[in-house]
DNA sequence: TATGAATGAGAGTTCATTCAT
DNA sequence: AATGAATGAACTCTCATTCAT
């Protein structure tokens, strides 16, 4: 009885966080985390004020949980997408692939971490770029250091490779119209990324084998 | 008579504005826009609150007036460095290389523009680009056009290449870390950009084949 | 069967109602009324803040249920021991005695009912003081008039005078340092008000005496 | 010029001060501090509610202004009433008359100094008390010491004692009626504590001189 | 009987903006 | 032109109280 009582209860409080969560998503977005209402977060989500403050502490605390959320999430979307091809460079395609299409998908949980990775509160950014880190990893460890294995990519400083392409993926990923369709295709992206890192040895040869 | 001393009152009104203006650019830099305090800028510029509204009607409209400073000195200040150089690649280099300088010379005025063009504010945002639409102009016709009708950078859409440019610019210049020191060097960046760029053929060394 | 259980159940309330007027004591004491949480109540008390609710209509009601028990308690105390001495100057020395060991062995309690007693809210003021009107009477029934017909104390209109006692009682027991150890020693305190009540005919016969 | 306009403006300001001072009296005697509400100052004030934070930053520091210019005021009044007698007793009966005198002149200001003395809140509590410090110096020194060095007192700690007159006047000065009127009259509480101070030899010797 | 999620009035505080001097 | 006192909307956070389970 209580056992189901308490799953119950656990199921519910559950739904409300994750509304909760959702409606800050929503409201960051468009408003930016300044700007953000907590009470408009709290009708969005159709409870009331203070029913956030069952959840979160602080304004500042929810967006640390959002973005606890949104990075969990978009990681293991490209995680999966990236493991999924074995060649380094269908890898980097997927990663701007599927990246884009995160982004294009969960429009306002991508522009969330977008305008909290380019905060000017330092406390904030800093934040976000922790919960990233797994990303940066993800890039360097599954794209770039096998790529040069294997002799495709140039050699270069996995890191801060990582780190230049992860500002590109974010750039062209957050930069869309006022309709919210990105100014650049994944595609494209991903073609410049591929003949900056490409071997010029590989390149040749590829043409020279045949 | 009068004439003088309009001209010694429009001196001074100028002052006045530039001192604001730096003021500004020192609040917004490190608090944000929103998170700037009107006051600090006044007491900071060494005059007091109202002036400011003698100056600029609106917060708003103090930040719109900052950014075209900003942005006029940056497009000067790249336009010149760029136009140096009459090789395509070389003011790819330059592009980079003085593009970081400008950022580590003017901390602050860029920090400003960074997150203006990233603020979650759409009218911001937009504002911003607008200011710099002659940067990207610049890119497009004096970089990448004249280097692909030399055949040294391969066939693209140089508006979207100079937006990826553009990018790419705005993305690793304002990544610094707790001490300003930015995260890439300008030497690896145009490297990159350049490795993208270039044709196949002329990187092979046409010469060295024969 | 249903009055056994009945029994347990009045029982089980019972503790359950003296945990929170004892945590109720821990609260208000530290935080003053206002300050107090009922949910810190609750907490304390080992319950949730709905049980508080079950026991008392409002925060209010519980105050005033905390102060009554107080003052029956505080009373009992004081009563018993006034009335284990016959002589009246013996007895105030006891009220001063044990009224500060009162103060000392239940600082919670006792800090609550400073608190109530001097409250700016006249409400409560007036409860509180409404419930200590049997103390008044104590004091002034069986230490003063006692005294002044035995021709020990100078004759004095009681009830102001047992308003005076209670107030220094009151004052001199309420200031504690940081510790809570109480600035004046009710020895002192005994002494001085003795000094006040006592009548000269009996200082006198000291001389007489001779 | 500056000089007038400077003047003017001082003078203004120190009138909204006081004025704020005054409103906020009346609030935190009939409310108490907790309950107190700034809006209800500032409009009591005649003023919005942002101008009180021209004035003091915060509800806390209103408060200690407010204590401060209480004990400055309170402690002259006292201060000149006693020094205008040379008998240490016509000086404590001057105390207790003047002290009544200045609770009931400045009634709101008075109940502010005894609901602070007696807050919970022992930062409050604390700076109140060094707030009077002086006035318990006053009556040591100049009513006790006196006193006892001419053998009108009985040697007792003076600052003990001081103690206890302060307790006996913040106690008795405090209690009033519904109507605002005291529930003892100067006059009885400084006999009070009169006959607890005199030594023994002199009221004796009034009786063996007949 | 006990629970604790939900509520929403309320309060302190901030600060862009106005305007009389 | 410069000032800064005054304004009041707006916002975050608190918490006593309710009530369905």
């Known amino acids: 009885m209580v056992r189901i009582k308490t799953e119950v209860r656990e199921q519910v409080m559950g739904q409300t966080r ?4 959702n409606a800050a998503a929503e409201e960051f ?3 930016g985390y300044d700007q953000a209402n907590i009470n408009a977060i709290s009708i969005k989500a159709g409870f009331a004020k203070g029913t956030v403050y069952n959840y979160f502490p602080s304004k500042q605390a929810l967006l640390k949980a959002l973005i606890d959320s949104i990075a969990q999430e978009h990681l293991e979307y490209l995680r999966s997408a990236i493991l999924s091809e ?19 998908r ?8 977008f305008n909290t990775v380019n905060s000017s509160n330092q406390a904030q950014k800093g934040y976000c770029f922790r919960a990233y880190q797994p990303m940066f990893q993800l890039v360097a460890g599954q794209i770039l250091l096998p790529g040069m294995q294997q ?14 392409i992860m500002t ?32 010029v040895k590989e390149t040749r040869s590829l043409g020279e084998r045949r």
Chains 1, 2, 3, 4 share one sequence.
């Not at 002799?151 to 780190?163: N, S």
């Open 18 to 21: 994750q509304a909760l969560l």
């Open 29 to 31: 977005s468009s408003q």
């Open 86 to 104: 074995d060649d380094p460079a269908l890898r980097l395609e997927r990663f701007f692939q599927d990246g884009f299409e995160y982004v294009a």
């Open 106 to 113: 969960h429009t306002q949980r991508a522009r969330v971490m």
């Open 151 to 164: 002799g495709l990519f140039r050699l270069t400083e996995p890191e801060q490779t990582a780190i230049l």
């Open 168 to 199: 590109i993926y974010l750039g062209t990923a957050s930069q869309v119209d006022e309709q919210g369709r990105p100014w650049l295709n994944p595609e494209n992206v991903a073609d410049f990324v591929l003949h900056a890192l490409r071997t």
